[in-house]
């Protein structure tokens, strides 16, 4: 809708996610100039609200950012006390002992948190500085001036379901800034449009994912240990996938239950959320959640390439911040650190760019120092350790990388140099003919609960009179292609029950989206083959409204 007349505001930096990339990247522009403009626009109903992680965290990006956290309230009220690893098969487990594994692995120091709730408290420092913060704002469309990103356009409401505005529409904002920083997370909208019209990802490998889809229980008091953390690999996957789950005891009795599953499967027949359901009927997990209830449920892609992976972060006027870039230190199973210290880095350039008169320009010093300072050091070490697991497995994941990780930590070098990824996770997905279906028990309603049931737990919410934000480059290819080649997994691999194939007697199948559904986490963008579904946002405010996730 290039015709539509909008209001515009000018301000220094325009920041697009409210997640802790971008808030850092707010707090500290404000902390080195109080005067620069600076603007956050957030998506969600509420910061926090599509905030979504394990989390176990690394306070090092805190430390950085806001070294007097602890004075002033920050929610990391619970340290790691005991950390544990198990390898599981069906009915048992094998311990894995602390003392082999490298020190980056060790969780001492480190605090179980929402990460929702830590948003919403740097939310609170960021406006105590005078950070404009704008939530139910989705950012719809970039605005380019000649070759640069001039700002983006938020807060567009009011499209009817084809796509024509309504009686209630309102155009939205254009928000122009001498920079724009993408922190949207994995797979965001704006930032693919960025890596694909600069070409930033031609000297990387490609960018590889993991669905990670977590609950929140309140367990039995006699069976809570607060601080006690967990990960196990293993059974239920096996050999069909890689991934393995997280349990972490958090404050007042609550427990997070997590479990990811890495996207470069091939099996077409996979079905993650019933593999995590399956998983709570190991014995370990049963008996733990028995006699507790579920509270939360939510799912969202996790980056894994890491370093190899990362693309070129900036182009004229923009930088990609965080999950937009993939920070995630896989086998630590940790991002948010590394998103909080871009965020820092990020803002540094901005200023000192702001500061000599210049704008609208590459911020190669914000890419410089996320290579080469504190957040490529911590994913060089690691960076073939997912390679390693896709190409040879688990068992090879374990011993050649842990060896690599004491190499990388002893000498700073790597025997294996630097391990490519190869195909996408699209690419890697077989053809249903060459794999066997896979037969999940029917959920019991008390430990593993249907989909649907579930989403309901994520308390999404999508005005139905709009156009769906999951669109389809063509209409066909699910029916045509997807169907007899790979039995259609997005009824599937998609969490939260959005897709379906509807089969009435006499008609050809359809194929079926329910948007309303979405709990945006990205894995159709992600793991269709045929790279068809495009995921894109839908108007402010909805979607999940996670609580302390």
């Known amino acids: 809708m290039s015709d539509v007349e909008r209001e515009a505001m000018d301000y220094d930096v325009v920041i697009v996610g409210a997640g802790p990339a971008g808030l850092s990247a707010a707090i500290r522009l404000k902390q080195l100039d109080d005067s620069l403009e600076v603007v956050v626009l957030e998506k969600g109903s509420e910061v926090g609200a599509h905030i979504l992680s394990?989390?176990?965290?690394?306070?090092?990006?805190?430390?950085?950012?806001?070294?007097?956290?602890?004075?002033?309230?920050?929610?990391?009220?619970?340290?790691?006390?005991?950390?544990?690893?198990?390898?599981?098969?069906?009915?048992?487990?094998?311990?894995?002992?602390?003392?082999?594994?490298?020190?980056?692995?060790?969780?001492?120091?480190?605090?179980?948190?929402?990460?929702?709730?830590?948003?919403?408290?740097?939310?609170?420092?960021?406006?105590a500085l005078g950070v404009e913060i704008f939530p139910g704002m989705s950012c719809s469309e970039i605005i380019y001036d000649g070759d640069r990103v001039k700002g983006v356009v938020a807060g567009e409401f009011g499209k009817t379901a084809d796509g024509t505005p309504g009686d209630s529409y309102e155009p939205g904002m254009v928000l122009n800034g001498k920079y724009v920083f993408l922190s949207e997370g994995v797979r965001g909208s704006l930032s693919k449009e960025v890596i694909r019209k600069y070409d930033l990802s031609k000297d990387s490998e490609p960018q590889k994912f993991g669905l990670g889809m977590k609950e929140i229980w309140e367990i039995d008091p006699a069976k809570h240990r607060e601080g006690t953390v967990t990960h196990t690999m293993g059974w239920p996957l096996g050999s069909n996938a890689g991934g393995g789950s997280f349990i972490y005891h958090l404050e007042n009795n609550q427990v997070y239950v997590g479990f990811v599953v890495h996207l470069n499967y091939q099996n077409p027949h996979l079905y993650p959320y019933m593999e995590f359901q399956r998983f709570k009927h190991h014995p370990i997990v049963a008996e733990l959640l028995e006699g507790g209830k579920r509270v939360a449920?939510?799912?969202?892609?996790?980056?894994?390439?890491?370093?190899?992976?990362?693309?070129?972060?900036?182009?004229?006027?923009?930088?990609?911040?965080?999950?937009?870039?993939?920070?995630?230190?896989?086998?630590?199973?940790?991002?948010?650190?590394?998103?909080?210290?871009?965020?820092?880095?990020?803002?540094?350039?901005?200023?000192?760019?702001?500061?000599?008169?210049?704008?609208?320009?590459?911020?190669?010093?914000?890419?410089?120092?996320?290579?080469?300072?504190?957040?490529?050091?911590?994913?060089?070490?690691?960076?073939?350790?997912?390679?390693?697991?896709?190409?040879?497995?688990?068992?090879?994941?374990?011993?050649?990388?842990?060896?690599?990780?004491?190499?990388?930590?002893?000498?700073?070098?790597?025997?294996?140099?630097?391990?490519?990824?190869?195909?996408?996770?699209?690419?890697?997905?077989?053809?249903?003919?060459?794999?066997?279906?896979?037969?999940?028990?029917?959920?019991?309603?008390?430990?593993?609960?249907?989909?649907?049931?579930?989403?309901?737990?994520?308390?999404?919410?999508?005005?139905?009179?709009?156009?769906?934000?999951?669109?389809?480059?063509?209409?066909?290819?699910?029916?045509?292609?997807?169907?007899?080649?790979?039995?259609?997994?997005?009824?599937?691999?998609?969490?939260?029950?959005?897709?379906?194939?509807?089969?009435?007697?006499?008609?050809?199948?359809?194929?079926?989206?329910?948007?309303?559904?979405?709990?945006?986490?990205?894995?159709?963008?992600?793991?269709?083959?045929?790279?068809?579904?495009?995921?894109?946002?839908?108007?402010?405010?909805?979607?999940?409204?996670?609580?302390?996730?």
């Open 54 to 127: 394990g989390a176990v965290l690394d306070p090092v990006g805190l430390d950085a950012l806001i070294p007097d956290w602890k004075d002033k309230g920050a929610p990391l009220n619970v340290p790691v006390r005991e950390d544990n690893f198990y390898l599981l098969g069906e009915a048992g487990k094998l311990r894995v002992p602390n003392w082999p594994m490298p020190p980056l692995m060790n969780n001492h120091g480190n605090y179980i948190v929402s990460m929702g709730n830590v948003c919403r408290w740097m939310a609170e420092q960021a406006e």
């Open 297 to 549: 449920y939510g799912a969202r892609a996790i980056s894994e390439g890491g370093y190899q992976s990362m693309p070129k972060m900036v182009a004229p006027g923009v930088a990609l911040l965080g999950c937009s870039v993939g920070m995630v230190n896989v086998p630590r199973i940790k991002g948010n650190h590394n998103a909080m210290l871009s965020g820092k880095a990020a803002a540094e350039a901005a200023h000192a760019a702001i500061k000599a008169g210049r704008e609208g320009d590459e911020l190669s010093a914000y890419e410089d120092e996320v290579r080469d300072g504190a957040i490529g050091a911590d994913l060089r070490k690691v960076r073939n350790i997912k390679p390693l697991w896709s190409k040879w497995g688990l068992t090879a994941s374990l011993t050649l990388g842990g060896f690599d990780m004491w190499t990388n930590n002893l000498f700073g070098v790597s025997l294996f140099g630097t391990i490519a990824h190869g195909k996408n996770d699209a690419d890697a997905t077989g053809k249903a003919e060459d794999f066997e279906p896979i037969d999940y028990p029917k959920p019991d309603g008390k430990l593993s609960f249907d989909r649907l049931t579930n989403v309901s737990f994520s308390f999404t919410n999508h005005e139905e009179d709009q156009p769906a934000h999951l669109k389809l480059e063509d209409p066909e290819v699910p029916i045509a292609v997807n169907l007899p080649e790979y039995a259609e997994p997005a009824q599937r691999y998609c969490p939260a029950g959005v897709y379906e194939v509807v089969r009435e007697e006499g008609k050809e199948p359809r194929f079926v989206i329910n948007f309303q559904n979405c709990v945006h986490c990205k894995t159709c963008d992600i793991k269709d083959p045929s790279q068809n579904i495009v995921w894109t946002v839908p108007q402010g405010g909805d979607g999940p409204n996670y609580p302390n996730m």
